[in-house]
């Protein structure tokens, strides 16, 4: 995977390998650590996605595939909290997709949350720069319903805005629903959801919610992209940001995300005695 040079003084390409270093050993032993930042305070943003990155060419290197992007920080509220004005990318691999309705054990992940998305399927590459909304919406075959689970290999989730970049997004897992829509057939900006918790309603919210809609965050993410020379490829799937609040789970429960015009997406926790 080939990444653009930097010219990156040798201090800090020492942070950042160690950092990428420390998180993919957590990974290994299932143990959260200290916030990255708190270990190298000169950490910077662009450090944060080269941490990323490294990752993710030693997951390519090992026979993983990348199989679409996510976007977060795209409501106004989780903006303010990381006192940001854009959102933040992180990359799907194929093992992280998880079939609706097959039990998933919780201890897979270290302190996992739920977010519902409308998840774009895209059937024509997409590359920025000038990646307009319109450019965007040609460039979706289809759109699923989805949930998306974030995890943190960050301790009690003492993220920042560099830390959660540097941990591929806080990302953990996916779950696809299987209806199947045309992007003209849903509407993407007022489309409500509903998230439910074991029967009980856990969040509400509608697509606007994502950058006032989540078409603005595909076409963001295809610029961002496309300004460090990468892009989105057909048949890549798009997780472009939570619609609700996310939700905490554990070992027994039900997640479920109802989405207007969509349908419904389902996660299930595997209970105790059926976890290994």
């Not at 301790?155 to 696809?176: C, M, P, Y």
Request: charged residues 15%; glycine residues 12%.
């Amino acid at each position: 995977m080939q990444h653009a040079g930097t010219g990156v003084a040798p201090a800090a390409t020492d942070a950042v390998d160690l950092s990428a270093r420390t998180l993919l050993e957590a990974y290994r032993t299932h143990q959260p650590i200290a916030p990255l930042v708190s270990t190298f305070p000169g950490l910077t943003i662009d450090d944060a996605y080269r941490i990323q990155l490294a990752q993710v060419d030693t997951w390519l290197a090992g026979g993983r595939r990348i199989l679409g992007r996510k976007v977060g920080l795209t409501s106004p509220a989780m903006q303010a909290q990381m006192k940001v004005t854009q959102p933040d990318f992180g990359h799907l691999m194929d093992d992280m997709f998880i079939p609706e309705h097959v039990p998933v054990a919780a201890g897979r992940f270290l302190q996992p949350r739920a977010e519902p998305e409308v998840a774009f399927v895209l059937g024509r590459d997409l590359a920025g720069p000038g990646v307009t909304v319109a450019a965007a919406a040609a460039a979706v075959d289809f759109v699923l319903p989805a949930l998306e689970i974030i995890d943190s290999r960050i301790a009690d989730w003492r993220i920042g805005i560099v830390d959660t970049i540097a941990d591929n997004a806080s990302s953990g897992g996916v779950v696809l629903g299987s209806a199947v829509r045309g992007i003209g057939e849903v509407d993407l900006r007022l489309g409500g959801c509903v998230l439910h918790r074991n029967g009980e309603i856990a969040g509400t919210g509608a697509g606007g919610a994502v950058l006032g809609s989540p078409l603005n965050s595909l076409a963001w993410l295809a610029n961002t992209l496309g300004c460090r020379g990468e892009g989105l490829r057909a048949g890549q799937v798009i997780l472009p940001g939570s619609i609700t609040a996310s939700v905490p789970f554990g070992p027994g429960d039900v997640i479920t995300a109802t989405m207007a015009g969509l349908g419904s997406v389902t996660a299930v926790i595997a209970a105790p005695e059926e976890q290994s």
